[in-house]
């Protein structure tokens, strides 16, 4: 068993087609103690990944896979630390500080030597990711440098592969049938069945790889609902409920419907705790 730290979702934007929910089923069905989320250069899910997996009892992780300067990397939040310090990768394309977060150098199949600028980044949380097409090279480097490696195979669908196939096509804007008969060969590379392709293919050699995952799972305790401090209730002398409703005394021609939304959306405010911002805003 391993735990799936390069998860591609839906907001992968053709990267990637499972939904939240079906990875939750799955890491149920399974038992999976945690599962990260990280979607290629966003963060979008994330929300709805802390929730889906609580509901469920999954320890939910969180990341993003990133190029930078023509190189793949996974970054894992380990704490609040690491959520500021991967704004600052996202933002500025470029790493300065990896406090608080796993780093994963994900190789590609066309890359030549070990980039040694990135020894400087080697430490406890510092792994090669290796995969079906880049295993033997990881294999070399590691034992080369005496870095950790790590299963880092993308997980890309959970149900429907086609899905996949399709998305990626509307995002290409190419013909579907062909891709998909161009890439169903090896589509069980992406998914669930990953596991038990992988053991076939190198054996008990794997194993450790596996293993990994849950070291690197384990240090990540970032919760994601942390990051927005709380405001107190009495910060302003009005409330933003008071402050809508004499708006709305002197808005013209509203329909019992908006009026009605309105209403909703102000619960829905009050109840996330956001009241205050909306008020600073």
């Not at 669908?157 to 196939?165: D, G, M, T, Y």
């Not at 589509?187 to 293993?211: N, S």
Request: aromatic residues 14%; glycine residues 6%.
């Amino acid at each position: 068993m391993y735990i799936p730290l390069r998860v591609h979702s839906v907001y992968s934007r053709g990267k990637g087609s499972l939904t939240l929910n079906e990875l939750a089923s799955w890491a149920c069905r399974w038992k999976f103690p945690s599962i990260a989320l990280t979607d290629k250069e966003n963060l979008y899910g994330w929300a709805g990944w802390q929730r889906i997996a609580e509901a469920e009892g999954i320890k939910p992780v969180f990341g993003c896979e990133v190029s930078l300067q023509e190189k793949n990397f996974l970054f894992l939040v380990k704490n609040r630390e690491g959520y500021w310090n991967l704004m600052q990768i996202l933002n500025r394309k470029k790493i300065e500080d990896i406090k608080g977060l796993v780093v994963i150098f994900l190789p590609q199949i066309r890359d030549g030597d070990f980039p040694e600028d990135l020894l400087t980044l080697t430490g406890k949380d510092f792994y090669i990711g290796g995969d079906f097409f880049n295993l033997r090279k990881v294999l070399k480097w590691g034992n080369t440098y005496r870095l950790p490696i790590i299963w880092a195979n993308p997980l890309k669908f959970i149900e429907n592969p086609e899905r996949l196939i399709l998305l990626y096509s509307i995002r290409k804007k190419i013909p579907f049938p062909p891709e998909w008969d161009k890439f169903k060969g090896r589509m069980d590379l992406f998914g669930p069945e990953q596991e038990k392709a992988a053991l076939k293919k190198y054996g008990q050699e794997i194993q450790g790889l596996f293993r990994t995952t849950f070291e690197a799972a384990e240090k990540c305790e970032f919760v994601f609902k942390k990051v927005i401090p709380p405001l107190p209730e009495d910060l302003f002398s009005v409330s933003l409920r008071e402050v809508v409703r004499e708006k709305l005394k002197v808005i013209k021609n509203l329909s019992w419907r908006e009026r009605q939304r309105t209403r909703q959306e102000i619960e829905i405010v009050e109840k996330s705790g956001f009241a205050p911002y909306f008020l600073i805003v």
